[in-house]
């Protein structure tokens, strides 16, 4: 009786032929992004966000074209972030053959975003299935199905960056990886106070040694408290060697980007869709993202 | 998957889908050569699988798939949870519209491309072969470093196949684009 590797084709369903034609859609489509660049952290709440958001405002103020992906799709965030009216983007996406049309937030910014299809806030992202039991098993198949659409269906247009903010932990970069081997790299955020520093070490391995995809560096969030009346920085965390996130990238091999401080500006604007970076150039805060970009381009290059 | 005909000893080819109906598929097969026939039933859960990676069963669909469509397909529809902001008649489309792809993909379409020739040398030669390892050269084995992984072995052992149909010794880059334009790929 014969085998199944007998036979040369599927059943009929071209199954490879499909897969390797979602790459060259996604491939076409990204043809004209220069840079991709994605940014992981171990955990939540550590400001990726609000950095992607701000890295990408100081790149768009220096004249560059930027595009945002959210790949955090059960925590979307950067459509608000960005100042983007979810009633004032339309998914009705049948006049868009080519694609769809991103939204546009502040400076420029070319959005896309799990939050642009969802009615409001409060709702949470859950996947129709024949009983909401099984929709959390393949969850992280439609996460990955959804990634790619979100890569390969919006119309970026030219880009000199697509930065894409990714779910925290490690697991969706792997399918970031095998979605585009073009990757130019990622950043790794961290905040001083990170106990499980463990995690952000599993993410650069996971990222250098298992996906083989460069690492731009290292950037630790909410360093110090930069004094809004006199722009002094405090130390804000108890923490113990000022010098351990920039000691831990030199041990792990990866550079270190800078700092940037707490600052209560950030979180008055940036969480309520205003330009922070614009709005409060000349604070330190500011200056640091500024710095950082900075050493992304020269990393890049 | 592919499914083979005992008596016969022949892969089966898809004739046609129905469904998704409850969430379930009707896959029918056909042997070419007794033309028997015998149909696979998905559950939900199978079905879900398979739509989850946005791969028609039974080929692609002869309309391009709409910008977002799995995500926007497999979102709990809006209207369970509040205001909806697509018309909830475009949330209901998958239905229709999965299963004229589903019916109107290549359904049949290579039945006619394999005729083998006299079966017993076939399976003469494709024995002697077989204990041999198929060259891969450098180039080629590079090229296909830029399929996806999760299908890679998948597309090497087609290649391969076709390979020994031909009576080739080594892949070379000159073999995988003609398998490539075998499986449009
Ligand atoms: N350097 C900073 N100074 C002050 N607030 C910050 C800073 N970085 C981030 N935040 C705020 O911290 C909160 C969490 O940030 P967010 O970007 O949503 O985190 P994540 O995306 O990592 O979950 C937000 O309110 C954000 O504005
Ligand atoms: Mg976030
Ligand atoms: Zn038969």
Same mark, same amino acid.
């Given at each position: ?43 939540? *709440? ?20 930027? *595009?945002?992906? /959210? ?29 769809? #049309? @991103? ?41 990955? !199905? ?13 880009? /000199?960056?697509?930065?894409? /903010?990714? @779910?925290? *932990? !490690? ?20 905040? @001083? ?19 083989? !995809? ?13 004094? #809004? ?31 940037? #401080? ?40 | 998957?592919?499914?083979? =005909?005992?008596?016969?000893?022949? %892969? ?18 056909? =042997? ?15 079905? %879900? ?30 209207? %369970? ?7 909830? &008649? ?10 004229? &792809?589903?019916?109107?993909? %290549? ?30 050269? $450098? ?40 398998? $490539?334009? $075998?499986?449009?790929?």
């Amino acid at each position: 009786m014969k085998r199944y590797k007998d036979f040369a084709s599927d059943g009929g369903s071209n199954i490879v032929g499909q897969v390797v034609d979602q790459q060259t859609r996604l491939r076409s489509r990204l043809a004209s992004v220069k840079h991709t660049v994605a940014v992981m952290s171990g955990k939540g *709440g550590v400001g990726k966000s609000a950095v992607t958001v701000n890295l990408a405002s100081a790149l768009s103020l220096q004249g560059y074209r930027l *595009g945002i992906l /959210d790949a955090d799709i059960n925590g979307p965030s950067i459509a608000k972030m960005t100042g983007i009216q979810r009633s004032a983007f339309s998914i009705q996406h049948s006049a868009f053959k080519n694609g769809l #049309p @991103p939204a546009i937030g502040f400076l420029g910014l070319r959005v896309i975003s799990m939050d642009l299809f969802l009615p409001d806030e409060k709702t949470p992202v859950t996947w129709d299935a024949p009983t909401q039991k099984e929709a959390y098993v393949w969850r992280g198949t439609m996460e990955m !199905t959804t990634l790619r659409e979100f890569l390969t269906d919006t119309e970026w247009g030219d880009l /000199d960056y697509l930065l894409i /903010d990714l @779910p925290p *932990g !490690t697991d969706r970069l792997p399918n970031i990886a095998g979605l585009l081997p073009q990757l130019s790299g990622t950043l790794i955020l961290t905040i @001083p106070s990170e106990v499980s520093q463990a995690v952000v070490k599993k993410s650069i391995t996971l990222a250098k040694e298992h996906l083989k !995809t460069p690492v731009i560096g290292l950037i630790e969030n909410m360093k110090g408290y930069a004094c #809004p009346h006199c722009g002094n920085i405090g130390e804000l965390f108890h923490s113990s060697g000022i010098l351990a996130c920039e000691e831990m990238a030199k041990n792990l091999g990866i550079p270190y980007l800078g700092s940037i #401080p707490f600052d209560p500006r950030i979180s008055l604007t940036t969480d309520v869709g205003k330009p922070f970076m614009s709005e409060f150039g000349d604070s330190p805060a500011a200056k640091a993202i500024i710095e950082i970009a900075e050493k992304i381009k020269t990393f890049i290059l | 998957m592919k499914f083979l =005909c005992v008596s016969c000893d022949e %892969q089966m080819k898809l004739k046609e889908t129905q469904g998704p109906d409850e969430g379930s598929f009707t896959i029918v097969f056909r =042997c070419p050569k007794c033309e028997r026939e015998f149909a696979l039933l998905t559950n939900p859960m199978e079905t %879900q699988v398979v739509r989850a990676l946005d791969i028609k069963i039974g080929g692609s669909p002869n309309r391009a798939a709409e910008p977002m469509e799995a995500t926007r397909t497999f979102l709990t529809p809006l209207s %369970q949870k509040g205001e909806p902001k697509i018309p909830n &008649s475009e949330l209901q489309t998958p239905k229709s519209t999965e299963s004229a &792809s589903l019916a109107g993909g %290549q359904a049949g379409k290579e039945g006619s491309a394999s005729g083998p020739g006299c079966p017993f040398t076939e399976i003469v030669n494709e024995a002697f072969q077989k204990s041999e390892q198929m060259v891969w050269v $450098k180039e080629a084995e590079e090229r296909m470093g830029k399929i996806p992984e999760a299908v890679r072995p998948m597309a090497k052992m087609g290649i391969e196949h076709y390979a020994r149909e031909k009576g080739y010794k080594e892949i070379t880059l000159q073999v995988l684009e003609e398998a $490539k334009g $075998k499986f449009g790929m």
